[in-house]
């Protein structure tokens, strides 16, 4: 495995290095950070082999289960309750605490439920999300980079037509219940 790229010691190689890019961007200062996720965070793939995985993680927000006590968490994060109440896997979040300032595309995501709620809208989410590359088409470099089709919460997109990326925009959540279980 290791003269074909794939032996443990090469996969740990290019781990280190996904994640010490990835520090370094998120070092420019940002509202979240960027993780590279999926076959690259893995090492199983060398740098133009298959496309990157990136979750970004907005550092501002926080999703919490029921029976998290929201005193310990910072005034300046906004907090969302999560109901697991919806299809497996899935979750309805609940606006339990909105901050002083939000980004737009949270702003904009939000919407009542019909019994008095605010929630946050995936949906709406992502295409908040996608409504920025509309608007700043051409963002991080010189390259012509192609924005695709939304697939599922991930929204695709190519630099120069040789590098292809998935991203992915995220909230964190804080839930040990629903991690031991």
């Known amino acids: 495995m290791n003269r074909l790229g794939y032996g443990e010691e090469i996969r740990r190689w290019r781990v280190e290095n996904y994640r010490e890019f990835d520090r370094l961007l998120n070092a420019c200062g940002s509202r ?63 606006l339990e605490r909105p901050a002083h300032r939000r980004l737009t595309i949270i702003h904009n995501a939000l919407c009542g439920n019909g019994r008095g709620d605010i929630i946050l809208s995936s949906g709406l989410f992502v295409d908040e999300w996608k409504a920025l590359d509309r608007r700043y088409p051409q963002y991080t470099c010189s390259e012509k980079i192609v924005h695709y089709e939304r697939a599922g919460p991930s929204l695709p997109m190519s630099v120069g037509g040789v590098s292809y990326a998935d991203r992915v925009l995220s909230l964190p959540c804080h839930c040990p219940s629903i991690l031991q279980r």
Do not use: W
Request: net charge negative; aromatic share 12%; charged share 20%.
């Open 32 to 94: 979240g950070s960027r993780m590279t996720v999926g076959s690259k965070g893995e090492g199983l793939t060398s740098f133009y082999e298959s496309d990157h995985d990136f979750l970004f993680e907005l550092s501002e927000y926080l999703c919490v289960e029921d029976g998290i006590n929201l005193l310990t968490i910072a005034d300046d994060i906004e907090v969302y309750r999560m109901n697991t109440c919806a299809y497996p896997g899935h979750c309805i979040l609940f």
